[in-house]
């Protein structure tokens, strides 16, 4: 069946994809952007967490996500066009927790060249900005049925808090915003549509083919599918010389109410990053808490090869292990007997890092393995690609002259190569969501 031809077709309308069209309709591109699901953010968005905080591994990871807080703190400023009701940005800060394997000597280092106000909290600080909580240090985290998980300890940790982190109040419609600007500077949606196939001629791609047998001719395709990004790859016949492989992991979080005094005046109470644990804390405005999991290394990690057969419900098994935790760690918290939260599938890349680059394919460019720690940086990941496209597709190799980008609003130049397919597998990442 033929179609109507567009410049760049992106699969998949999720808050990367979403970020994307976005940047290259702004660009002047003519842009069509497909999804199987019923609207924007309908994929692995809609249950993101959506904290926003600024410790990463790498100095590209930190200055990505602080360039990019500051598209979330200007938001209408940042889609430059009216479309209705605005996701929010909710600045509550962030304690990050010692732990000795992200300790404050790599990060702190990163924060100070990137300029990111921080402050270095004692065990005695900390019990004073966030009333009620416990202390204590009990690195490595256990099992809840483990004998020792309700031992005592003799030690205490301090943190690092950052009072620029927070969150933003619903990540779905931020993903709907973005597609509302991008189609108020031209670019098409077509949701319910399905990607079969990637044609391709001379080593460069050519069209997109479409469940219903139709196609779509195009020069550049950019694969946003999030947890799926591997399946459209392989149809694509891509990943030949990827040196970092993605898989989808399903992931819960919690819902429970916050202590009493977690965030004072209905106000949502500060995050914690808490790896001592293998927990993460997001309150919310009016009293609830998220409970996140950091991965630590006695729970096993629920891989699955079909993103599709995720079941949706929180499990009682996870669940009363997240929030047990949780309760150690705020003993005020009350544990539900009733499992509450999302399910989620992260597309976690093997060093939890992602991948925003070309591939082998001409015409063929990847924003995938976002690693459960992504939708904070979407502002910024859009303009990663319009960069990355345009360079490649005015003749010059990103794989050997890769593109520096320029902050707007912080001035910090991110090498893109540190997000590149062919990177060298290091350790420094934390092997964990915190990326
Ligand atoms: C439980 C959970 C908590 C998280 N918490 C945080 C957090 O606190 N902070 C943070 O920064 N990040 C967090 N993340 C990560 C963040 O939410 C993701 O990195 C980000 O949302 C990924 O967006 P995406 O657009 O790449 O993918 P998705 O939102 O999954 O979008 C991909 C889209 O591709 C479409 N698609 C797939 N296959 C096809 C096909 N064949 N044809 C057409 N369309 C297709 C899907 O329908 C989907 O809409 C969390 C993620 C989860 C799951």
Not at 87 to 96: D, H, L, S
Not at 230 to 251: H, K, M, W, Y
Request: glycine residues 12%; contains cysteine; negative net charge.
């Amino acid at each position: 069946m033929p179609g109507k031809r567009t410049d760049v077709v992106v699969i998949g309308s999720g808050v990367i994809g979403a970020s994307v069209a976005l940047e290259l309709a702004r660009r002047g591109r003519q842009v069509t952007v497909v999804d199987k699901a019923g609207g924007a953010g309908h994929g692995s968005t809609s249950a993101s967490s959506a904290v926003v905080r600024f410790n990463f591994s790498t100095a590209a990871g930190v200055a990505t996500a602080w360039e990019a807080h500051f598209g979330w703190r200007s938001w209408a400023e940042h889609l430059g066009r009216e479309v209705g009701p605005l996701a929010r940005y909710v600045r509550c800060g962030m304690a990050m927790l010692d732990v000795d394997v992200a300790p404050r000597s790599v990060y702190l280092p990163l924060f100070r060249n990137a300029g990111i106000p921080f402050e270095e909290w004692t065990s005695v600080d900390l019990s004073e900005r966030i009333p009620g909580i416990d202390v204590g240090r009990y690195w490595p985290p256990k099992r809840i049925d483990d004998d020792e998980f309700w031992a005592e300890t003799g030690t205490t940790l301090g943190a690092v808090y950052t009072p620029d982190a927070g969150y933003v109040n619903d990540p779905q419609l931020a993903a709907q915003n973005l597609a509302a600007a991008a189609r108020a500077h031209g670019a098409e949606f077509r949701f319910h549509t399905s990607v079969r196939g990637i044609e391709r001629a001379h080593g460069r791609v050519t069209a997109v083919t479409l469940a219903d047998g139709s196609r779509i001719p195009c020069g550049v395709v950019v694969n946003a599918a999030g947890p799926w990004s591997t399946r459209i790859n392989e149809l694509a016949s891509v990943g030949s010389d990827f040196t970092v492989g993605c898989r989808p992991l399903r992931q819960e979080v919690a819902h429970v109410a916050a202590p009493v005094g977690f965030g004072a005046d209905n106000r949502a109470g500060i995050c914690v990053a808490d790896m001592d644990l293998g927990i993460y804390l997001r309150g919310e405005a009016g009293g609830g808490l998220l409970v996140g999991g950091t991965e630590p290394e006695c729970d096993p990690l629920q891989w699955v090869d079909d993103p599709d057969a995720v079941t949706a419900h929180p499990t009682t098994a996870v669940f009363e292990a997240q929030v047990t935790r949780a309760a150690r760690r705020l003993p005020a918290l009350e544990i539900p007997n009733r499992a509450r939260g999302v399910v989620g599938v992260y597309d976690v890349a093997d060093d939890w890092t992602p991948i925003y680059d070309r591939t082998e394919l001409n015409g063929f460019y990847v924003a995938m393995g976002t690693s459960g720690n992504q939708f904070k940086n979407a502002p910024v990941v859009g303009k990663f690609l319009a960069a990355i496209i345009e360079q490649t597709e005015n003749g010059v190799d990103h794989d050997e002259r890769p593109v520096r980008f320029v902050g707007e609003h912080t001035g910090l130049a991110i090498d893109l190569s540190a997000f590149s397919r062919k990177r060298p597998r290091g350790t420094a990442n934390s092997g964990t969501v915190l990326g």
